[in-house]
């Protein structure tokens, strides 16, 4: 009907700490206007980049409205009737002959949404199957802060207005965080003081009193430098040692070497060692962790160290002060129904996804069945996971789009997108949760994730609860906390509720959630930062405020990635010029763009290329785990600058 125009609230589902409240006016089946919610207390009224500009992808023409079949070295529409009809009969010719250890069901975080869980307990109720372990994004970090405390979790969002002093390590928030802007202006304004601590010189900058660039990797130094200055100087919380286990082993650490040493190996001044001193012994101050710096191998010691600075200076388990890597997005949400790792009969460690598919015997991988992600590009070792995908017999993508990973599938299975959800979503940067709602809905011959499972559970011999619509799942979703103001009438009266069952101050009375109730200090580090091989510069790949991951459009995947590095690291090459980034693993074609803010030694690229394009840095990127969390090291990379 021409002339119908109506504006819907929803959620964005995205991989981002934010998880905002979306008013998306749609006219004539069209979305029109994207905002962000004004009465979302995170939200307040505005929107990243990114999502700002995803009417384009929801109107894409290269949007997937049937079901694909590959045939030699492309693909034909088929129906959803023979698509699943051949699915289910090779998942059970393949389950009866080598059991359901050889199917591999992967899911990543393409979509937050929690209904996506639904698919993960199908593959169990079959199964169970192989499923991964650790996570790419943030296994070091969430491993490193479960061993110091018990569980990776922050302080209320808007604490954040009792500290004194805020300390954004490695953090990026106009990429990563944008809805962080407005309140970390407002506290600067109230007198906080702000310091930015990352290798890499950004827009980050603008926002802070002071700014130290270290080199990268040297967190460890840059630690134990300032923790040295706090017990020399007797400026350490008093009574540290009795809510800290370890507490004489980590001062044992940061004595073991004099401050000179430290700023020398951090490559920052002593007097910057003596300025976090003072803001973390002045506070109550306040760490927000990026999540750059736990994707090294030495991921999880990093922020370990963090922890442990923060344990002993006393910012923790108060009002204005704490390590923020992560609130826990789940925890208001029932989802025992999928049990996970704990019936898994075999994982595969995310970061090792192509090298583990291509050793997996006894028995081998002969299915996977992918969805939420774009592993061919977006994990480590890029072109062993696309082989490892093109070499099983049946691989079947669930997404919208002929991803890099969808163009290895036999079957691509064509599903909804953001503004066409019908879920849960919780946040990993507060606590609010939100209900999404579809604004529009999808194109005939798409099928929303959970659907396509409940059409497949009747060919593989399983009914209920996969047959069950998405009101029912969201209602067995929230019956944790419907009783305490979250119920899913509740969250439809609201733009988003605050999840009941998170504190404002987490670990309040410093009481930890460890066997002893008390901190755990880490008790090893080694503070010596990667060494660059003689001739070679250190990739760093970066999340950008232009797209999220490899969710783009093709025209915006034309020419060669731009590399951006010191003037001093570009081999005499000029501004502009093609090169090569080349190592072990491949080659990638870059335009170079010289920047003398960037420290000498790095070549900065942003993540999220594609592998068809020839734009994914992660073709030179070694599949390897962290030291703990089976995290990814993308940032362990290193890499020589010839001339194109």
């Known amino acids: 009907m021409l002339g119908l125009m109506a504006t819907v609230r929803t959620s964005c589902n995205r991989d981002c700490p934010d998880a905002c409240s979306l008013l998306v006016t749609v006219e004539n089946g069209r979305v029109t206007r994207l905002r962000g919610d004004p009465d979302h207390p995170v939200t307040r009224g505005f929107l990243c980049e990114r999502t700002t500009r995803f009417p384009e992808r929801q109107h894409d023409p290269a949007r997937l409205t049937s079901p694909l079949r590959r045939t030699g070295d492309g693909f034909e529409t088929v129906s959803w009737d023979e698509a699943l009809d051949d699915i289910a009969a090779q998942l059970l010719a393949i389950r009866e002959e080598s059991g359901p250890a050889a199917i591999f069901a992967y899911r990543c975080g393409g979509s937050m949404g929690l209904m996506k869980h639904v698919t993960d307990a199908f593959f169990e109720a079959f199964g169970p199957v192989t499923v991964k372990s650790g996570d790419v994004c943030s296994g070091a970090g969430e491993a490193a802060q479960e061993a110091d405390f018990g569980i990776s979790e922050s302080n209320d969002f808007f604490d954040l207005r009792n500290a004194r002093s805020v300390l954004l390590w490695g953090k990026n928030p106009h990429v990563a965080s944008v809805h962080l802007l407005p309140l970390l202006k407002e506290v600067r304004r109230s007198g906080a003081r702000l310091a930015l601590i990352d290798p890499v010189h950004h827009r980050g900058t603008s926002l802070v009193d002071h700014y130290l660039q270290p080199r990268p990797g040297a967190d460890v130094a840059l630690v134990l430098g300032v923790a040295r200055r706090l017990f020399e100087t007797d400026r350490h919380e008093a009574d540290a040692a009795e809510y800290c286990d370890n507490f004489d082993t980590f001062r044992t650490l940061a004595m073991a070497r004099n401050t000179q040493e430290w700023a020398a190996l951090a490559e920052v001044e002593t007097d910057e060692l003596e300025l976090l001193a003072t803001m973390?012994?002045?506070?109550?101050?306040?760490?927000?962790?990026?999540?750059?710096?736990?994707?090294?191998?030495?991921?999880?010691?990093?922020?370990?160290?963090?922890?442990?600075?923060?344990?002993?200076?006393?910012?923790?388990?108060?009002?204005?002060?704490?390590?923020?890597?992560?609130?826990?997005?789940?925890?208001?949400?029932?989802?025992?129904?999928?049990?996970?790792?704990?019936?898994?009969?075999?994982?595969?460690?995310?970061?090792?996804?192509?090298?583990?598919?291509?050793?997996?015997?006894?028995?081998?991988?002969?299915?996977?069945?992918?969805?939420?992600?774009?592993?061919?590009?977006?994990?480590?070792?890029?072109?062993?996971?696309?082989?490892?995908?093109?070499?099983?017999?049946?691989?079947?993508?669930?997404?919208?789009?002929?991803?890099?990973?969808?163009?290895?599938?036999?079957?691509?299975?064509?599903?909804?997108?953001?503004?066409?959800?019908?879920?849960?979503?919780?946040?990993?940067?507060?606590?609010?949760?939100?209900?999404?709602?579809?604004?529009?809905?999808?194109?005939?011959?798409?099928?929303?994730?959970?659907?396509?499972?409940?059409?497949?559970?009747?060919?593989?011999?399983?009914?209920?609860?996969?047959?069950?619509?998405?009101?029912?799942?969201?209602?067995?979703?929230?019956?944790?906390?419907?009783?305490?103001?979250?119920?899913?009438?509740?969250?439809?009266?609201?733009?988003?509720?605050?999840?009941?069952?998170?504190?404002?101050?987490?670990?309040?009375?410093?009481?930890?959630?460890?066997?002893?109730?008390?901190?755990?200090?880490?008790?090893?580090?080694?503070?010596?930062?990667?060494?660059?091989?003689?001739?070679?510069?250190?990739?760093?790949?970066?999340?950008?405020?232009?797209?999220?991951?490899?969710?783009?459009?093709?025209?915006?995947?034309?020419?060669?990635?731009?590399?951006?590095?010191?003037?001093?690291?570009?081999?005499?090459?000029?501004?502009?010029?093609?090169?090569?980034?080349?190592?072990?693993?491949?080659?990638?074609?870059?335009?170079?763009?010289?920047?003398?803010?960037?420290?000498?030694?790095?070549?900065?690229?942003?993540?999220?290329?594609?592998?068809?394009?020839?734009?994914?840095?992660?073709?030179?990127?070694?599949?390897?785990?962290?030291?703990?969390?089976?995290?990814?090291?993308?940032?362990?990379?290193?890499?020589?600058?010839?001339?194109?």
Not at 398 to 418: I, K, N
Not at 440 to 459: F, K, S, T
């Open 280 to 644: 973390l012994a002045e506070g109550p101050a306040t760490i927000l962790v990026g999540w750059g710096m736990q994707r090294r191998a030495n991921g999880a010691a990093i922020v370990r160290a963090v922890d442990a600075l923060a344990a002993i200076s006393g910012n923790i388990g108060r009002p204005g002060a704490g390590v923020s890597f992560y609130s826990r997005r789940r925890q208001a949400f029932d989802t025992s129904f999928s049990q996970g790792l704990a019936i898994a009969p075999r994982t595969i460690p995310e970061p090792l996804f192509g090298p583990g598919i291509l050793a997996a015997n006894d028995p081998p991988i002969r299915a996977c069945w992918i969805s939420s992600g774009n592993p061919a590009c977006m994990l480590p070792d890029a072109n062993a996971v696309a082989e490892a995908l093109r070499t099983r017999e049946l691989t079947v993508v669930v997404d919208s789009f002929l991803t890099d990973t969808a163009a290895c599938a036999d079957y691509v299975l064509p599903t909804t997108t953001m503004l066409e959800e019908d879920d849960l979503l919780g946040a990993y940067g507060h606590h609010w949760i939100t209900e999404a709602r579809p604004a529009l809905p999808p194109p005939p011959g798409v099928l929303a994730d959970h659907e396509i499972v409940a059409q497949l559970a009747p060919r593989l011999g399983l009914g209920a609860p996969f047959t069950d619509d998405a009101e029912a799942w969201k209602e067995k979703m929230l019956s944790r906390v419907a009783g305490q103001g979250a119920s899913l009438a509740d969250l439809r009266e609201k733009p988003a509720v605050r999840n009941p069952e998170a504190a404002d101050v987490v670990f309040a009375e410093r009481v930890f959630d460890t066997p002893s109730g008390k901190a755990n200090l880490v008790t090893e580090l080694d503070p010596d930062p990667p060494e660059a091989p003689e001739g070679q510069l250190m990739l760093l790949s970066q999340s950008t405020s232009k797209t999220q991951a490899s969710q783009t459009r093709r025209e915006e995947q034309q020419g060669p990635l731009v590399a951006r590095l010191h003037p001093d690291s570009a081999a005499g090459l000029d501004d502009g010029a093609r090169a090569e980034l080349v190592n072990e693993l491949g080659r990638l074609v870059v335009q170079l763009e010289l920047d003398a803010k960037q420290r000498p030694g790095v070549v900065l690229v942003d993540k999220g290329g594609w592998l068809s394009a020839g734009r994914c840095a992660n073709v030179l990127v070694a599949a390897a785990c962290t030291d703990h969390g089976e995290g990814a090291v993308y940032l362990d990379t290193f890499v020589t600058l010839v001339p194109a």
